[in-house]
Each structure stands twice: as structure tokens, then as C-alpha cells.
């Protein structure tokens, strides 16, 4: 079965500042991995994925995330934070064997973004 | 182009008493799920469906039905609410499995 880690539940940056969110997966198969952002009372948006072509993947809002196999880890990153980037972001794998299809999410980051 | 909708957006049930969320897509895909909201534990699946009248079970199922008869429609179904139950709870659709998903603005229900 698949998993989804995402180091720290808060993060908290200055504005203009580097943000940096965590996420490690375990699967099975060559993953699909999934970045989406959650602005308050709203579902979720879609900011990035990664399908097995380019290992650096951009997204929407400046937002781009590395896929490293040998660490496991599909960390998201945005060279300059803006106070609009305060959120919840959330990773998620889609799985395979007996848990092809589905999407297990990571737990969520909170990103706060001071002025 | 509405996307998926979800309704209602709000709910207050008493314990033991059911209700059907709704979900309606309007750009022809062929998967949806549904998952809960619960903080600090991401989202979680619930029922998915591959097409119209195929269904499986997904994380978290107990308590839950869903049917697919067309394609646009995924209603969930509660039998019997229990105080557990009170959660976020979010629809999505994609085109299939591997793209990424379409959600839904979720249901907020609370179960007393």
C-alpha cells in the first residue's frame, strides 16, 4: 500500500522569502505524485503533478516540486513567498497493485506567510 | 462550465437520522470519489467509481453507500449518522484514475 509523509503540519515564512514543503511517499509501482492547495473553505486545486517524465515539475503560481527517487521525496518549492500563497497544501500518490487508482493524501501543511 | 457540484453546503443532522450528499460533474469523467475532511489527517477515501455502474470501497467506507447510475451523478449516502461521521466532505472527478482530479466546494456536516 501506499503512504504519504509531510514533515511539519505548520510552516511559516516571511514574505518574499523561500518556502519549502516536505512531502516522502512510499509506493509500490513508479508513483503518480500529486501537489494541490486548499485556500479556506474551498476544495482543492490542483499546483503541480509529476507522471514519470521530467523529475523538476513547475506549476501553476510560481510553485514547482523535484521528484527524487532515491530519497523517496517530492518536496514543493516557491523561491519567493507572497502573502496569497497562505494555505493548506497537501501531497497525495495515486497507488497501484490492489490500490490502483486511488489517492492516499499526505496529513497537510498550513502555510502562514508573515508580512 | 460548473465543474463539480456539490450539495448541500451545509448540514446539521441528529444521530440515526440518513441523508444523501450529492455530486454532479458536468465534463463527462468517467472516475469519482468521494473523501472526508478531518483536520490533521488529510483527506480520506471513501467510495470511488470508474464509471457508471461500477463502484469499489475505498479507505473509509463503513457507513457509507454510494451507486453510479449515469455518468454526471455520485450521491453518498449516510444510512444511519453517528456523531463520527462529522466531517468535510468532498466529491471529485477526473477523466480516469492517473489525472489529476477535479473537487468539488464540500459539504460541511455536523452530526449532534
Known amino acids: 500500500a501506499q503512504s504519504v509523509t509531510q514533515l511539519g503540519s505548520h510552516v511559516s515564512v516571511s514574505e518574499g522569502a523561500l518556502v519549502l514543503l516536505r512531502c516522502n511517499y512510499s509506493?509500490?509501482?513508479?508513483?503518480?505524485l500529486f501537489w494541490y492547495v486548499q485556500y479556506p473553505n474551498q476544495g482543492l486545486q490542483l499546483l503541480l503533478k509529476?507522471?514519470?517524465?521530467?523529475?523538476l515539475v513547475k506549476g501553476i503560481n510560481g510553485f514547482e516540486a523535484e521528484f527524487k527517487k532515491s530519497e523517496t521525496s517530492f518536496h514543493l518549492t516557491k523561491p519567493s513567498a507572497h502573502m496569497s500563497d497562505a494555505a493548506e497544501y497537501f501531497c497525495?500518490?495515486?497507488?497501484?497493485?490492489?490500490?490502483?487508482?486511488?489517492?492516499?493524501f499526505g496529513q497537510g501543511t498550513i502555510l502562514t506567510v508573515h508580512p | 462550465n460548473a465543474g463539480v457540484t456539490q450539495t448541500p453546503k451545509f448540514q446539521v443532522l441528529k444521530t440515526g437520522q440518513s441523508m444523501t450528499l450529492q455530486c454532479a460533474q458536468d465534463?463527462?469523467?468517467?472516475?469519482m470519489s468521494w473523501y472526508r475532511q478531518d483536520p490533521g489527517m488529510g483527506l480520506r477515501l471513501i467510495h470511488y467509481?470508474?464509471?457508471?455502474?461500477?463502484?469499489d470501497q475505498g479507505e473509509v467506507p463503513n457507513g457509507y453507500n454510494v451507486s453510479r447510475s449515469t455518468t454526471e451523478d455520485f450521491p453518498l449516502r449516510l444510512l444511519s449518522a453517528a456523531p463520527s461521521q462529522t466531517s468535510v466532505y468532498f466529491c471529485?472527478?477526473?477523466?480516469?484514475?492517473?489525472?489529476?482530479?477535479?473537487f468539488g466546494d464540500g459539504t460541511r456536516l455536523s452530526i449532534l
Open positions: 497525495a500518490v495515486r497507488g497501484g497493485g490492489t490500490s490502483y487508482g486511488k489517492l492516499t
Open positions: 465534463m463527462n469523467h468517467e472516475y
Open positions: 467509481s470508474v464509471g457508471a455502474g461500477i463502484t
Open positions: 471529485a472527478s477526473s477523466w480516469d484514475s492517473n489525472q489529476p482530479q477535479h
Open positions: 509506493s509500490s509501482v513508479p508513483p503518480y
Open positions: 509529476y507522471t514519470s517524465a521530467a523529475t
